[in-house]
């Protein structure tokens, strides 16, 4: 099993920036989609950003530009760059993973998550 850890959220001004971090550890997947999610309250949870194993990443239309999704080489931290940061992405932020079966070749965003991490808040102001 996938253990992930987040950190990094906090307290921002609109227009500034974060950084958000996820710790990956535990039986990895070789094959893999991981993603940001976010969850505002009385909102339902969105997908923010993904990456697949081969490196390919996908965005929502709200946070492309702004927001990066990106992996360390050995692959055991994920990082979301959170740049000109809005007031409506105050959330708690979780990331996820899941693990994709040999002959899946799709995009991210209708995998199943099976491994959520505890969330980190992030709040920006205007």
Do not use: H
């Not at 987040?6 to 307290?11: A, K, L, R, V």
């Not at 194993?53 to 979301?80: E, P």
């Not at 990331?95 to 040999?102: D, F, G, P, Q, Y």
């Amino acid at each position: 099993q996938v253990q992930l850890v987040e950190s990094g959220g906090g307290s921002a001004q609109a227009g500034g920036s974060l950084r958000l971090s996820c710790a990956v550890s535990g039986n990895t997947y070789s094959r893999y989609c991981m993603g940001w999610f976010r969850q505002a309250p009385g909102k339902e949870r969105e997908g923010v950003a993904s990456i697949r194993s081969d490196g390919s990443t996908s965005y929502a239309d709200s946070v492309k530009g702004r927001f990066t999704i990106s992996q360390d080489n050995a692959k055991i931290t994920l990082y979301l760059q959170m740049n000109s940061l809005k007031p409506e992405d105050t959330a708690m932020y979780y990331c996820a993973a899941a693990r994709l079966s040999w002959w899946y070749d799709g995009g991210c965003a209708q995998v199943p998550y099976n491994a959520w991490g505890q969330g980190t808040q992030v709040t920006v102001s205007s």
